[in-house]
């Protein structure tokens, strides 16, 4: 009898442990605090990386299913400056590597690949104890509790499994997204419809920049950033819509404003996602029958890797354990050496380009263009 595996956290990353364990036979049931799979919104467009998201989905044996949701066209990636020029285009020819889609989309059809009891909605975690050889008990918001053999913890920035193997906390970078929408942009807010294009654009500047996707059909989602404390932000009321959104345009004054409407046209109230990481080389000692995964391992400020990288740690614990039925100690070990020198790697040399680099005084448009024509060569 295979050891049956306790997942916390129906994200992207626990999801796809949970496929691949699935595939190979292997009993698991994941815990979510959210009610339902449509609780909330699952956020915007992901781009699945040919060298980790696509790895982890290739193991669930769900390629089909992930290139039906694939939305065309939105690899093309705008540089523009602060008048609106286009500085750079780079079309998307469908041979980029890094196809677009929904993330609420992706998490569907993990959701759907699972028997229909895997997911056990409603069960938020409170907390978690050892009880000694392998064992622990995960205790839930309304009392109720779980013991298990082999517990991981998918619960993301703030998992309550990690304190089991790390005193680390995650600890604010210096930076936010102010986040919006504009709906119907095509026809309602067609002079930024047509700077953003057809994919994405980025509009950089030393200590702010706003960043614009094209989602299905004709929304736009904006993530606009800005390098400054916590307090700063804590002094704008994000319950007045308008009067947040007006203090926001005012750190792009002088912008072009078919790239301040992103700010102040929005259809939505602007949301603030301020930035946390843990410590770039997160590690922590073995211990028996618990691990992490994703963000709950190695959260870092937001860089294009980190969907990618849960999906892959997901994949990547599957196949351990797969592999070692007998042996789950070995399995953890393997895993957690893999995933902390991928995770590293990640902050150190994907340059972690939108956001870290953000008080730099090369963050703007050309240096930028300089960066990718150089990567290109």
Known sequence: MRTPVTIIGAGLGGLTLARVLHVHGIPITVYEAESSPTARTQGGMLDIHDYNGQLALKATGLMDEFHAIVIEG????????????????????????????????????????????????????????????????????????????????????????????????????????????????????????????????????????????????????????????????AAIDFTDASATAARIAREFDGWAPELTALITDADTAPVLRPHYALPAEHRWARVPGVTLLGDAAHLAAPNGEGANLAMLDGAELGRALAASPEDIEAALAEHEQAMFARSTEAVTFEGTEVVQGIDSEDNTPRAMLKMITEQAQ
């Open 74 to 233: 939105r690899q093309a990636m705008r540089l523009v400056e602060q008048d609106g020029t286009v500085l750079h285009e780079m079309a998307d020819d469908g041979t980029g590597g890094r196809p677009e889609v929904q993330r609420g989309e992706l998490r569907r059809i993990l959701l759907d690949s699972l028997p229909a009891d895997t997911v056990r909605w409603g069960h938020k975690v409170s907390g978690a104890r050892a009880l000694g050889e392998g064992r622990h008990e995960v205790t839930f918001a309304d009392g109720g509790t779980v013991v298990t053999r082999l517990l991981v913890g998918a619960d993301g920035a703030w998992s309550r499994v990690r304190p089991l193997l790390s005193d680390a906390t995650p600890e604010y970078v210096g930076t936010s997204f102010v986040e919006t929408y504009l709906f119907d942009a095509d026809t309602r807010h067609t002079g930024t419809a047509k700077t953003v294009g057809g994919g994405s654009m980025i509009a950089p500047s030393p200590g702010k920049e706003i960043f614009a996707h094209r989602e299905s059909g004709d929304t736009l989602h904006a993530y606009v950033a800005l390098s400054r404390p916590r307090d700063w932000f």
